[in-house]
């Protein structure tokens, strides 16, 4: 089995050269489990996150930040779904992402999801710069962390993200070692570019 050595290994193979953190940000699964994220560079990502574009300035993310040994930790990392929970404790950080969907009359907020994604996003590339990995997870039980943070009913449970040091492949469970050194891919560009003048 090919186990990852060497993480330069994992950046992308891009048709173009992009900044440091797009090229070498991908999703691990085998995190340090005794490394801690400093509060400083906790809330630089936060900042990166906040800073974010959104529809009219409404900046309708919302986050739910725990630390690993925290009982928010325990809770979220109860929520995530089997496949996700075997990987997932390694990590320093678990943040819920939430979209705030509706307004304060109750109309839909459209863009709510997509500005959130755009929020995760930043907050993952300057995660990298950081010199931390992260990972997204849509494989979570959206009613169980709803409930157990008490959310109403304005604001949905889109995703989870671990966030972390990269640690050992070697302690994961054989199938996610495997995965770890899996190749990556992208469609090409002329598939996702449907006209471009
Ligand atoms: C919204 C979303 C949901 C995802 N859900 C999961 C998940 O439940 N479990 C998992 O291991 N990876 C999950 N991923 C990670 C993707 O599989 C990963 O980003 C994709 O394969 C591309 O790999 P890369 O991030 O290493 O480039 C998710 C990513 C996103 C953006």
Known sequence: MTIVTDITTRNAATDAP???????????????????????????????????????????????VAQ?????????HEGLLGFNQAWADSAALLIVNIAEVTDADGKPRPWGRYDLGQAVAHLSVQAQHEG????????FEAAHLHEAFGLDDS?????????????????LPA??????SAPRSRKPLDEIVLRRA
Do not use: K
């Open 175 to 180: 199938a996610l070692q495997e995965r770890e």
């Open 155 to 171: 604001l949905e449970v889109v995703s989870v993200m671990a966030i972390g040091v990269l640690g050992d492949v070697e302690t």
């Open 132 to 139: 931390l990995h992260t990972h997204q997870m849509g494989g």
């Open 18 to 64: 992009l900044i440091g953190p797009l090229a070498e940000r991908w999703s691990p699964r085998a995190y340090d489990p005794a490394a801690v994220i400093d509060p400083v560079t906790v809330q630089t990502i936060l900042e990166a996150a906040r800073w974010a574009p959104s529809a009219s300035n409404t900046q309708p993310w919302r986050f739910i």
């Open 68 to 76: 690993r040994g925290s009982a928010e930790f325990t809770t979220i």
